[in-house]
């Protein structure tokens, strides 16, 4: 599957500070330090949707994190996927009466789009939980063959993980089992499923049912992937045993990440899964998560449609901090807004304060936990100077507008 198309990103002068970031799993900020290159799987979308604002701020985050790795000299293997299968939207193409194939190819080309215009640097694979069937398929068998997993003896073709099988479940998400089935009921699992060793346990393979696309699993019999094996699948295929960072919004936390994590820990031996587990906050909109199933969105591709930069929402969706849970009102567009207007002039300008301390200075604030409200902060301050004609650094305008497409990837 191809990825949107990209853009130039300017180098910059000097060597920034190394990137800290929070890990989930420790609950704490520590040293990202990767090998020369930085590995990186982000949760893509399910395809049966506009991309709404919660989907741009988790993609602004992990842009940041490509970014800041990038400015620091290394190169960057990000992988995203696309789960182009799954009963959302299977869900969503029987209520609309569309073929579910045109429904994913439809929305993930208007993901492609949103994050074009949003300027978020493409990941170098994009896959799709379709084509990845047959590796997919293959560590199901492998998990059973290890007694890591079991069939369900309802003759649906059903196969489940074995909790059980990864003594360290839970170490990421630090939940207790109550809050654990709970989630697992409101985030798609089935913990009340009768024949379950463990209500906990999650599905590794739906076998076929009538009226639903179903793919050849060989000893498995025809079905199609659970959602948490296929995302550990492909980051195994393509990022190896251990990533640098798993990534996605913070509803994925829980069960999503922890099992997936579990699933890979199982399959190599090899843990942590991650070494950092990052994850950003939601998207309120009237005080309510933005989500598909409260019908509360706001979608990116209607704001471009009315004539909304797509740079001012970048803004805007940067103004809080990534790991909290904010509120998209009128007035964080206005700001948004405003700030693109006012950092244009600004870099229009003849001279301004030194760049060189401002380019220094928003370095330490990202490469703090993506600390992006304090690195616009810093941007605003120059620029207000900037306006008036204070400083007499002939280069700061230019450098400045470097800096913030570089860095914070809003084009002035």
């Keep these: 599957m191809d990825a949107w198309v990209g853009h130039e990103v300017p180098s910059l002068p000097g060597t920034p500070p190394a990137l800290r970031l929070y890990d989930s ?22 395809p049966y949707d506009a991309t709404h604002l919660g989907h741009a701020a988790t993609m602004i985050t992990f842009d940041l994190v490509q970014r800041l790795w990038r400015d620091a000299g290394r190169s960057v293997t990000y992988v995203q996927n696309v789960t182009d299968i799954d009963d959302p939207l299977l869900e969503r193409a029987t209520r609309d009466g569309e073929d579910w194939i045109v429904l ?95 209500p906990l346990d999650p599905l590794l393979w739906r076998g076929a049912r009538d009226g639903e696309p179903a793919w050849d699993g060989g000893d498995l019999g025809p079905g199609r992937p659970g959602w948490h094996i296929e995302c ?8 190896g045993s251990t990533i640098d960072v798993q990534g996605g919004g913070n509803d994925l936390l829980y069960p999503h990440h922890e099992c997936s994590a579990a699933h890979a820990e199982t399959l190599t031996g090899s843990r942590p899964f991650a070494r950092h587990f990052v994850h950003a906050g939601m998207i309120g909109l009237d005080g309510e998560k933005m989500s598909k199933s409260k019908g509360n969105l706001v979608f990116v591709s209607r704001l471009r449609g009315d004539g ?9 969706l940067l103004s809080g901090h990534y790991r909290s849970d904010r509120e998209w009102t009128d ?29 220094a200075a928003v370095r330490e604030a990202l490469t703090n936990d993506l ?18 004609g204070a400083g007499d650094d002939p280069s700061a305008p230019a450098l400045i507008a470097q800096t913030v497409d570089a860095l914070l990837g809003v084009r002035l």
Aim: with cysteine; net charge negative.
């Design 308 to 316: 909304v930069d797509p740079m001012a929402l970048r803004l805007g």
């Design 371 to 388: 600390d992006a409200p304090a690195a616009l902060a810093l941007v605003d301050a120059w620029a207000e100077a900037a306006v008036i």
């Design 25 to 46: 799993a420790r609950r704490d900020v520590f040293p990202s330090e990767p090998a020369d290159a930085a590995t990186m799987y982000v949760c893509g979308i399910t």
């Design 232 to 239: 550990a699948t492909i980051a195994l295929g393509l990022l």
């Design 104 to 198: 994913a190819m439809r929305e993930t080309a208007l993901f492609r789009e949103d994050m074009e215009a949003l300027r978020i640097i493409p990941p170098a694979h994009y896959v799709g939980a379709v084509e990845s069937i047959p590796d997919i398929a293959a560590h199901v068998r492998e998990l059973l063959a290890a007694d890591a997993a079991y069939t369900l003896p309802d003759g649906t073709g059903d196969v489940y993980f074995k909790v059980a099988a990864a003594p360290s479940f839970g170490y990421e998400s630090h939940l207790s089992r109550d809050e654990m089935r709970r989630l697992s009921a409101e985030r798609g699992g089935d913990p009340d499923r009768d024949g379950k060793l463990d």
């Design 331 to 359: 007035d964080v567009l206005k700001t948004g807004q405003e700030r693109l207007a006012r950092w244009r002039t600004a870099a229009s300008a003849t001279a301004g304060p030194s760049g060189a301390g401002l380019l």
